[in-house]
């Protein structure tokens, strides 16, 4: 079993719907998480952090941590096009060092 | 936040051959960190870059193969030693820009295909 799970999709949504994105977790030792946004033939870029449990939102996108269910949300409202990218999760311990757990990343596809 | 370029940004290369790749950060920076893609698998670190000590390699990564060189706070490099089609990734080079939650940038990666 991988530590991180996350759906692969690809998951297809029209202009303006919300979206959700997730992922799963078996180490409950993990403190922080991540969710990076992907270009194809880029980088992965941080879009949002969060400590612990809890909600933290950032103008379209709201992140949501439930660590009694190990589970980890990405919310997108109001998609657009430009929103069209593969997201990954990612998680670190406290104390852990600089290694981030990565879940394998959902593409998403934002149709006009 | 930090400015990472890498070279090559893709290579194509033949079975058995190394391929060295370079990261330059515009800044000066503790640790780097390169990670490997792999189609359909998550991003996996490959090992930390420290200046002026050895490279710190994660398990299943091994100095020989993947042998990393680190002269100052802004510039490392990777090679790919003796490469079958099983190295074909995309290899990123990464920094912390957030020290209290050790966010990372990323560069853009070198997509290298082995034939």
């Known amino acids: 079993q991988k530590e991180v799970e996350q759906d692969p999709g690809p998951l297809s949504v029209p202009e303006g719907a919300i979206v959700s994105l997730n992922c799963t977790y078996s180490n409950s030792a993990f403190q922080y998480f991540m969710w990076y946004r992907q270009y194809s033939r880029k980088g992965p870029e941080l879009l949002m952090y969060?400590?612990?449990?809890g909600n933290k939102e950032d103008g379209r996108f709201t992140a949501q941590v439930d660590k009694s269910s190990k589970y980890i949300s990405l919310f997108i409202r109001d998609s657009q096009p430009s929103d069209s990218a593969t997201y990954l999760c990612a998680m670190r311990l406290t104390g852990g060092g600089n290694k981030l757990t990565f879940g394998t990343g959902t593409q998403l596809k934002v149709e006009l | 936040s930090a400015v990472i370029s890498q070279k090559p940004s893709r290579d194509i290369c033949q079975r058995g051959t190394s391929l060295t790749i370079q990261c330059q950060v515009d800044s000066q920076v503790t640790m780097m960190f390169w990670y490997r893609q792999q189609p359909g698998q998550s991003l996996t670190l490959i090992a930390t870059?420290?200046?002026?000590?050895?490279?710190?390699?994660e398990s299943g990564f091994v100095i020989d193969k993947f042998p990393i060189s680190r002269p100052n706070l802004t510039f490392s490099t990777l090679t790919v030693s003796n490469m079958s089609p099983e190295d074909s990734s995309i290899y990123l080079c990464?920094?912390?820009?957030?020290?209290?939650?050790?966010?990372?940038?990323f560069g853009a990666g070198s997509r290298l295909t082995v034939l």
């Open positions: 969060t400590y612990s449990s």
């Open positions: 870059a420290n200046q002026g000590s050895e490279a710190t390699y």
């Open positions: 990464s920094v912390v820009v957030d020290s209290g939650a050790n966010v990372l940038t």
